[in-house]
């Protein structure tokens, strides 16, 4: 079985005894057919909603640093990024080898360090060694560059709402129901079963429970960062 719009769509109509929508039907769906779409798309923002850290919207992201510019915007599509993942690639073109760069607080950047940003001078140009979170949702990379590097690090998707009858979730195909249990407790309240709206909730609340289990929770070890003389 494919797994897509339409079939989570399908899985739906299946459910309710509804006339399942094709290819050909699907875009021209309207009342409850069209309502079905909605109910798909706002399970799937509830569940990407529920963690910051979904292991499905994680994204790696190569930034191309341009010489002299020490800002950059986050990717359009960026719920959280993690810091501690910046590293520059290795590039013997450039004689540089891979750098992990340290995160540093905006507030000790502007500190120490905003010169950079507004002395464009060569001579306070090199090989980044730090990043930066603003507030305004920009990534400082510290010193200037001197160079284009490549810097590579990590981030989560907020995600995104299915449009195409052939749209794919994120979200892996075995977990398929939990966004059909989510988008049935949006019917049920659309048709006024508000028992069966209830305990569709419940399976979906059972669902979001299970998924937080096996991908959320976890115990990380402990790393002894001391240095050793």
Request: glycine share 4%; net charge negative.
């Amino acid at each position: 079985m494919a797994y897509n719009y339409l079939s989570l769509v399908n899985d739906i109509n299946r459910r309710l005894n509804e006339v399942e929508l094709t290819t050909g039907t699907f875009v021209k769906g309207v009342g409850f057919y069209s309502f079905a779409k909605d109910a798909v798309n706002a399970s799937i923002r509830h569940i990407n909603q529920e963690e910051f850290e979904w292991p499905w919207n994680h994204v790696e992201e190569t930034e191309v640093l341009l010489p002299g510019v020490v800002r950059y915007s986050y990717p359009y599509d960026a719920k959280t990024i993690n810091f501690n993942t910046f590293r520059i690639k290795h590039n013997a073109t450039f004689g540089v080898e891979t750098v992990h760069l340290k995160p540093l607080n905006y507030e000790e950047y502007l500190d120490k360090y905003v010169d950079y940003e507004y002395n464009s001078s060569t001579n306070n140009r090199g090989v980044p060694k730090y990043v930066v979170r603003t507030p305004s949702r920009e990534i400082l990379f510290v010193p200037s560059p001197d160079k284009a590097y490549e810097v590579v690090y990590e981030y989560y998707a907020v995600g995104y709402d299915l449009s195409n009858y052939s749209d794919v979730p994120r979200l892996p195909e075995q977990y398929r129901h939990v966004i059909v249990d989510g988008a049935m407790f949006y019917l049920h309240q659309f048709r006024g079963d508000y028992q069966a709206s209830a305990l569709a909730e419940q399976k979906f609340t059972q669902g979001l429970k299970n998924l937080r289990s096996l991908h959320i929770n976890r115990t990380e070890y402990l790393r002894d960062t001391r240095v050793h003389f």
